[in-house]
């Protein structure tokens, strides 16, 4: 779900679940944890939610403990730009 939220912030939670594949109610638990780990905040744009991640939050596994969440972004985006093709409007 960092990565669907990375490309599109904007994205509506069902936008997000389709992507990611699963159930609106699971991406809505997962985004919750989300927020509530720190890796990510919501605000309010208008009558949207904008999902900001928080991108100097380190990974929770002890194993992984000294990555950001940058940094594992970064590596998985930039490969994703040379395999995949640019997102779409979901």
Known sequence: ???????????RRRDIAAVCRITERTAQSILTDLEQAGYMRRERDG???RCILCLDGV?????????PVRELLDIFTSRADQHWPAPTRW
């Open 1 to 11: 779900m960092l990565f669907a939220i990375a490309r599109d912030p904007a994205a």
């Open 47 to 49: 009558r949207r939610t």
């Open 59 to 67: 990974l929770r596994h002890s194993s992984e403990a000294h990555v």
